[in-house]
């Protein structure tokens, strides 16, 4: 049964407040899908909620076509975090997500990165240079952060003459392993791979004007596995609390407010 978003609010609060109080009888277990663009945060998120409410948390990460495909066939997840706004609508289309229990949980960013520094410049010229022999990024037909790299070249007029030189994940994750161990000399990452707390990590980056690419609007939506189960609601409910959202600032995403 599919439950009105206002009925899903209201539940999730009791059930949240439930979760909470000392003595409960007992705890349960979590399954999430979370997009590789949120490994991290989703981690640093989850030990918390597991902390506040003594639920465990199993995440699995890759991108969102294949964790799509994967919830298709039956993949046993009660929630899942995509990396774009239009898997999670397909999801409730296909009577696979609950009706209205969507929403954005953080605006992704599009980064340049390279772990040598000074070899990525601020404006991003390195990629008309000679400088390069491998630019990596991720299978845009599976992942929305390489369908933002393809749209960031194309809007500078380079990806044709690249087309020799790319290197492609399979999410996000692998792209930036590639770029991490030099099988790429730079890659188009997740801002969240390379910023924390308001730092970026050692190398160089260029933080691709939100412009060049569509905005990467990240929704979380509840399964119909998860639509009766109280820690899902509960995590949904978490992830919109302000302890989670700090967590999502913190590795440099948006907030849709």
Not at 72 to 100: M, S, W, Y
Not at 154 to 168: A, H, N, P, Q, T
Not at 180 to 192: H, I, N, Q, R, Y
């Amino acid at each position: 049964m599919q439950i009105p978003f206002r009925t899903l609010r209201d539940l999730s609060a009791i059930l949240f407040v439930f979760a909470l109080l000392p003595g409960r009888a007992h705890a349960d277990e979590l399954r999430i899908a979370v997009a590789a663009n949120f490994t991290e945060p989703a981690r640093r998120i989850a030990a918390e909620f597991e902390r506040e409410t003594g639920n465990t948390v199993k995440a699995s990460f890759g991108a969102t076509g294949l964790l799509y495909a994967q919830i298709r066939n039956g993949a046993p997840f009660e929630i899942l975090l995509a990396a774009d706004a239009a898997t999670p609508r397909k999801l409730v289309a296909e009577r696979l997500g609950i009706a209205a229990s969507e929403f954005p949980y953080a605006i992704g960013k599009l980064v340049l990165w390279s772990p040598k520094p000074g070899f990525v410049d601020r404006h991003g010229a390195v990629l008309r240079s000679q400088r390069f022999g491998h630019l990596a990024y991720c299978d845009p037909k599976l992942a929305p952060y390489g369908a933002a790299a393809v749209a960031t070249m194309r809007s500078l007029g380079i990806y044709e003459s690249l087309k020799d030189r790319l290197v492609e994940g399979q999410n996000i994750s692998q792209a930036y392993q590639f770029v991490a161990s030099g099988t790429a000399d730079l890659g188009f990452v997740a801002l969240s791979q390379v910023f924390r707390d308001g730092h970026f990590r050692s190398g160089s980056t260029w933080v691709v004007p939100e412009g060049r690419y569509p905005p990467i609007r990240q929704d979380a939506v509840l399964l119909r596995s998860g639509g009766s189960h109280p820690a899902a609601i509960a995590f949904l409910r978490f992830l919109r609390s302000q302890p989670a959202r700090a967590v999502i600032r913190r590795y440099g995403y948006g907030i849709s407010e």
